[in-house]
DNA sequence: GCCTGTGAAGGATTTCACAGCC
DNA sequence: GGCTGTGAAATCCTTCACAGGC
């Protein structure tokens, strides 16, 4: 009933991608990215533990995780660095790029527009929002900004599927119920706020201070063994 | 032979915070921000399903990750706010300020500076570090700034537990030897690339672009069914 | 009645271990 | 010999379901 009897596969095995568990979604930009870099270097051919050594994980979580993308390696030799670099970026939609808008252009907004890892990693920034809008500053970085009232009739005229909000807590779930109106189906959040959104949308939170907190659980309790003795001396 | 036989309890019941999952801790934060933010309005008593609704959690997961911090919910009643909250700050390590420096004074690196959230939950930056020190800029946000070169010698003056690296990702492994060397436990890494560390030190990543990549995943799949029709029309 | 806390079940993820191949 | 791909086991996490208390 679930893909059990099949043909002999019409193309080289296009697997049924939308089984890939969460756990290897997340972890699909960082082979994506380390694999670019590799093949940048002029490597062509890697093996599991290799590329587990790169991204600090299990060899075995490498193999299983890139088998959900196909029969990619050679026995005995390895993966080839090219082809898996490329089947990534088509699983990932990548090489081709997003339009995506931004809400709330203070200091982090800002920051954000000036980020070039965004556009040249294909998320491409059409439009800024913002209630607090200076008069004068059409632009940022580029970008053009409009007061966040008229982002209903923008988003009207030329959709984005992806947004980032970057407005403060209190206003971060009206920006986003603006923007699901509008047809946003993913959104980035760094106000340090939970957001809700109807099924269907996407949401992941950028959130420093917190991770710098769940971090803290751990120091106050580990003992620091390493650091105590002077080990090597100086150095 | 594990915490198996044990007196009754001297004190109002300290639990074994080293056995606390880590999925749970990643919420810790979460939890922790939305009690303050509770108890701000003045809210004093919580049941474990309004929680939940707070937070987009199931009240059966909420109890389970309350009930690592003790007995802290009344039968029939709910949760006590600020007790929760201060049980949660206390686990958090919240309550002191920790020392931590900064790697890479760029644009990510200035707004990170600007953003009063570090400060206000406890995290102070009491240095910063770059390599390509404009003369003059000796301060910035009244964080003084300092060539990289001196991070060794700072450290060893003045320890910091934590460090936030905002460097270019070719300088990241670097500037995580550096700041590893002089006795920094923790960092939060924003360089798109995976920083290797010796066994105790934690690291954490902040990659938008590696979170937008992953939504993007799920987008080029998702039919976008409740877009397509209008629905209740423009609205 | 409604609520918490928690065994038990269920699901998801990681790791082990090895068959098969070069 | 070394390597991949993958059943099977082990581990971790979430959800169910209910006992016990107000």
Redesign the pocket.
Known sequence: MKGGERFIDPLPQKFDLASV????VERLPIYARALASLEEQGCSCI???ELGEVLS?????V??D??YFG?????????DISRLATTLSEALGLGRHWRTVLAGVGNLGRAILANKEFHDRGFWFVAAFDTALKPGAASISGVPVFALAGLARYLRASPAEIAVVAVPPVQAQAATDALVNGGVRAILNYAPVVVHVPEGVLVRNIDPVASLQEMAFYLVRAPSEEMAQPALATS
Not at 57 to 61: F, I, S, V
Not at 73 to 78: D, Q, W
Request: aromatic content about 4%; cysteine-free.
């Open positions: 568990p969460a756990a290897v093996k599991s533990h994980l299990h060899p075995e979580q193999r299983r890139l088998s029969h990619l390696g050679k026995t005995g030799v390895g993966y």
